[in-house]
């Protein structure tokens, strides 16, 4: 089984529309972070999380809020979802530096 | 600015020939540096850790110059399974930087 989950895998939606992606990790760490990946861009950090309960913004929150209610899930919502919010969502964790991946989730705002 | 820049490629290259590319960082109070590796739009993995002193691991070798901000990494012996995109990567704060990524491309 894979250590860091992410649902859905793929996802069209309509613009307005309320977005739930989901994460997952049986690895054990604290550490949470929920990244988006434009083409030419990289990954740009959206929200990370260090424990329970705790919430940080990351470069490009707008648009975008997280829930961590336990330390193997990070939830990340979009609210009122818009066409610029296409894009390939990873999921990672991490213990000190490394990070770890979830396959990520390809969500299409039409 | 971006924090981490990369020279976006491609970079082709046949089979066994070497490749070596670069990176630069802007945040001074980067601490750790990485090199990921991402296959087609999967998600990305570790290649390797990057050492003050310069480290190796098999075919691949990375530097790490910090009073210029740039690391680099080398491959040697290029195969097929090296064609991928590897991301050059800054750690601050336990937060990562990523470089949006050098495209390789080995060919038979």
């Known amino acids: 089984d894979a250590d860091v989950t992410q649902t859905p895998r793929n996802r069209i939606t309509k613009t307005g529309k309320r977005i739930m992606l989901e994460c997952s990790q049986t690895?054990?760490?604290?550490?949470m972070y929920w990244y988006r990946q434009d083409p030419g861009l990289g990954l740009r950090l959206i929200y990370y999380?260090?424990?329970?309960?705790?919430?940080n913004k990351g470069e490009i929150s707008d648009g975008y809020s997280v829930s961590r209610q336990a330390q193997a899930k990070f939830s990340l919502s979009l609210e009122s979802a818009i066409p610029n919010q296409t894009a390939l969502y990873f999921c990672?964790?991490?213990?000190?530096?490394?990070?770890?991946f979830g396959p990520g989730t390809r969500l299409t705002v039409l | 600015r971006k924090e981490v820049e990369q020279d976006p490629g491609p970079f082709n290259v046949p089979e066994g020939a070497t490749v070596a590319f670069n990176c630069t960082y802007s945040?001074?109070?980067?601490?750790?540096f990485f090199w990921y590796r991402q296959d087609c739009r999967k998600e990305p993995k570790l290649l390797m850790s990057?050492?003050?002193s310069g480290n190796e691991d098999g075919r691949f070798t990375a530097q790490l110059n910090r009073a210029s901000q740039y690391i680099s990494l080398l491959i040697r012996d290029s195969k097929l399974s090296d064609s991928a995109t590897y991301l050059c990567?800054?750690?601050?704060?336990?937060?990562?930087?990523f470089g949006a990524g050098t495209t390789v491309t080995v060919r038979a």
């Open positions: 999380s260090f424990d329970v309960k705790d919430i």
């Open positions: 690895k054990g760490h604290d550490r």
């Open positions: 990672a964790t991490s213990e000190i530096d490394e990070q770890f």
């Open positions: 990567v800054a750690e601050a704060n336990y937060k990562l930087s």
């Open positions: 990057v050492y003050s």
């Open positions: 945040n001074s109070a980067s601490q750790s």
